[in-house]
């Protein structure tokens, strides 16, 4: 499975950016969908998650600010960023469990910066 995630760019502090990740099969019945994010010499870090019943988990950095959602129509989980801050600049990664099995995406940047 093939994830394209897509979305990243520069943005200003206090911005906004969506993040989208598309899959070529039907995430309806995916009951595990993440973000992640890597900034540079740190470890990758959860961002945001939506498991089964839709239920959804933040990391405390983000609350508040993003919000992670699917169109299980598109196949495709976005990450809504507002409020941008330059601490939130990484590498950002869509990651799905399918029958116990990890799937990433390739990574879109997200830079904060004025």
């Known amino acids: 499975v093939q994830l394209q995630a897509s979305g990243g760019g520069l943005v200003q502090p206090g911005g906004s950016l969506r993040l989208s990740c598309v899959t070529p099969?039907?995430?309806?019945?995916?009951?595990?969908m993440a973000w992640y994010r890597q900034a540079p010499g740190k470890q990758r870090e959860l961002v945001a998650a939506?498991?089964?019943?839709?239920?959804?988990t933040y990391a405390d950095p983000v609350k508040g600010r993003f919000t992670i959602s699917r169109d299980n129509a598109k196949n495709t989980l976005y990450l809504q960023m507002n409020s941008l801050k330059p601490e939130d600049t990484a590498v950002y990664y869509c990651?799905?469990?399918?029958?116990?099995?990890?799937?990433w995406g390739q990574g879109t940047q997200v830079t904060v910066s004025s």
């Open positions: 939506l498991t089964s019943g839709d239920r959804t």
């Open positions: 099969r039907s995430i309806f019945s995916i009951n595990f």
């Open positions: 990651k799905l469990l399918i029958d116990g099995v990890e799937y």
